[in-house]
């Protein structure tokens, strides 16, 4: 069979929640790590392809071309990612198979892994490739990394700048975000190929980073890339066009409070209550018996 018809597809995620839940802290936490750096892989290939690309557009589709090699890395590499765990997990809790205690559980640790990992990619992109040598034995942030700068800019002050409509937009981008991410787990849970389940999740993942919707994991990355450039280079970054940065330049409660909070919040509800708990109701009469 060259896929999984819908109700099979609902009975195999809730087989893999199963799995996930049983997993150990220790598991969990490595496999979040490894998750977050395999998304920042794909944000950083993203900040580095976009730099320089015209019109706006265009830029928006080479960022979503070319984001996907994260996930794509994670579901066929069996890591944990909390947006696709929003999904899964409880689907096997609303099949009575594991407890919502246990979906916390996974959900707590996987948020932390995939925090740490996604903070130790941007670390290493921050003193590597968004950074260059001059003559005089200085450092200096270049081009990709000024990128990198103005996404973490756009992340945090663009919302901030207009209060309360600045937290709407973001927490619905983040619904909106977490959708499309699920679609992609889905998709891949479909197909019983590696072909199948490649673009099964490029399509929805393009889609999610080509909108300008908000995935909290990747803004772990996003975010503190840019914040550690602004901290170690800051008259560089406001003579090179920082603008935005020159008032007080970001700050970690800026960081969780104006994206990351409000962000992981519409994840939750874009994975779990639109897809999770709407798939299993359109088909739990029609699960397999076990």
Not at 44 to 61: D, F, H, Q, R
Not at 236 to 264: C, E, F, M, R
Not at 267 to 289: A, C, E, H, Q, W
Request: aromatic share 12%.
């Amino acid at each position: 069979m060259a896929f999984n018809p819908p109700a099979k597809m609902v009975a195999l995620v809730g087989n893999a929640g199963v799995g996930k839940a049983k997993l150990s802290i220790f598991n969990l936490l490595l496999r979040g790590f490894m998750a977050g750096a395999y998304i920042a892989i794909g944000g950083a290939l993203c900040t580095v392809c976009i730099t320089g690309v015209e019109p706006a557009g265009i830029s928006k589709l080479v960022g979503g071309a070319v984001f996907p090699v994260g996930l794509i890395a994670i579901v066929l590499t069996g890591m944990e990612l909390f947006t696709g765990d929003c999904m899964i997990v409880p689907m096997a809790a609303m099949m009575k198979k594991i407890t919502w205690g246990a979906v916390m559980r996974n959900w707590v640790w996987v948020y932390v892994g995939n925090l740490l990992g996604s903070l130790a990619y941007a670390y290493v992109m921050a003193i590597g490739p968004f950074v260059s040598g001059q003559p005089d034995g200085t450092m200096t942030v270049n081009a990709f990394g000024m990128s990198a700068v103005g996404i973490a800019a756009g992340k945090i002050l663009g919302y901030k700048a207009v209060g309360t409509a600045g937290l709407w937009s973001c927490f619905m981008k983040a619904i909106g975000c977490n959708f499309l991410v699920n679609i992609a787990i889905l998709l891949a849970i479909t197909a019983d190929d590696v072909i199948g389940k490649f673009f099964g999740i490029w399509f929805p993942i393009m889609a999610f980073v080509s909108s300008g919707f908000e995935h909290c994991v990747a803004n772990m990355y996003f975010l503190p890339a840019g914040k550690f450039l602004t901290d170690w280079y800051p008259a560089v970054i406001v003579q090179k066009g920082g603008a935005l940065l020159a008032n007080g330049g970001l700050s970690w409660s800026d960081v969780w409070l104006w994206n990351l909070i409000p962000v992981t919040i519409g994840n939750i509800i874009g994975g779990f209550l639109f897809i999770g708990v709407t798939y299993f109701l359109m088909f739990r009469k029609d699960l397999p018996s076990e």
